[in-house]
């Protein structure tokens, strides 16, 4: 009995040192991937068919009282002018109304006395950019006196940033194909491949005149010129 006791104890011990013991994995070393990267660019020019503008109104009087009455008067007259240019009421949308104090000093520093001023902003959406210079005009004769922001843009770029996708794309394997003629390689599959879309918008800021005045004889020159999709597009391919 205890020489089989001592047969088991040797047993397990061997068992032990045998899972103590250096473990080799046999791994094969990756192949070297050789690789190469281009980045191509596509660029689609667009004209502005949708225009955004901040039109507002500034009160000032010796009450807070008063200021308001003017603006709400003002304010009404503005809003009513640019329905009347054809912008829908969706299209309207105030962003800001503000009634803050503005204390008033003399040559010598002394407060003289407090103004009260007022403001009201809408950001307006024009659909119909020919009718931009006129709603402009009509806007500050009813009492518009600052105008901000004009932004231009495009309603619908899908099918612009598909078109600077694909140009992108194609510039992208041409370039791609012609360093590998020149080097003596060959393309391989594509291992990676992304892409970045940017789409500036162009800004014309400015101010109307003071409301109330007389309506011009022309509309406001108003140039919205042209957008332009860029689209770069990063590819790498495998080579041989």
Not at 130 to 153: E, K, R
Not at 197 to 202: G, V
């Amino acid at each position: 009995m205890r020489t089989k006791f001592l047969v088991f104890a040797v047993l397990v011990f061997a068992l032990i040192l045998s899972a103590c013991g250096p473990t080799t994995i046999n791994q094969e070393a990756q192949p070297f991937s050789r690789t190469m990267n281009v980045n191509g660019v596509g660029l689609v020019d667009l004209t502005p068919d949708i225009a955004y503008i901040y039109i507002g109104v500034h009160d000032e009087s010796a009450t807070a009282s008063e200021a308001v009455d003017a603006n709400k008067a003002h304010t009404t007259a503005v809003i009513n002018a640019i329905k009347k240019a054809g912008v829908d009421k969706k299209d309207i949308r105030t962003t800001n109304f503000s009634i803050y104090p503005s204390q008033q000093y003399g040559p010598d520093g002394v407060v003289t006395g407090t103004v009260y001023m007022v403001d009201n902003s809408v950001y307006v959406t024009v659909r119909n950019l020919d009718s931009l210079g006129n709603l402009l005009d009509d806007a500050i004769s009813a009492g518009a006196n600052n105008v901000n922001s004009i932004q231009f843009d495009v309603a619908d770029k899908t099918a612009a940033v598909k078109e600077a996708r694909a140009k992108a794309v194609t510039d992208a394997k041409t370039q791609a194909q012609e360093m590998a003629d020149a080097a003596g390689i060959t393309l391989g599959d594509i291992q990676n491949l992304s892409f970045y879309e940017n789409s500036p918008i162009p800004m014309l800021s400015g101010k109307g005149g003071g409301g109330g005045g007389m309506a011009a004889d022309v509309a406001v020159p108003i140039q919205p010129g042209q957008l332009t999709i860029s689209v770069n597009v990063s590819i790498t391919y495998s080579i041989k």
